[in-house]
């Protein structure tokens, strides 16, 4: 995950995330473990919120320039269960790519 850390925030009880300009690395604290699960990337500098029920996200808008498209994804992310099962296995930490329609694999 390229770039300084923006900002910290939480995303449901269990998720956080710590975002850079134009990336989020996602932890896990649901059993106490802090551990990371995955980088979601963005294509462009976006700004992050994180809330009980979604992590929402706002990308400049793709054909006009004075607007943003606000997206909200579900907490945890569809993915997460497999995020999850790989976080253990000291392999390197997983990047999707979020955009307008949400992840991206």
């Not at 995330?17 to 980088?39: Q, Y």
């Not at 497999?82 to 390197?92: A, L, T």
Request: with cysteine; hydrophobic share 40%; net charge neutral.
């Amino acid at each position: 995950m390229a770039g300084e850390a923006k900002s910290t925030f939480w995303a449901s009880e269990a998720f956080g995330g710590v975002a850079t300009e134009n990336a989020v690395l996602w932890f896990d604290d649901h059993e106490g473990r802090f551990v990371p699960l995955v980088v979601t990337q963005v294509p462009t500098t976006g700004l992050y919120f994180g809330g009980p029920n979604h992590f929402w996200y706002a990308l400049p808008h793709a054909k006009e320039e004075n607007k943003c498209t606000l997206i909200g994804l579900p907490m945890p992310f569809n993915s997460f269960a497999e995020f999850q099962k790989s976080s253990g296995s000291n392999r390197p930490v997983r990047t999707v790519q979020i955009d307008s329609r949400g992840l991206s694999k």
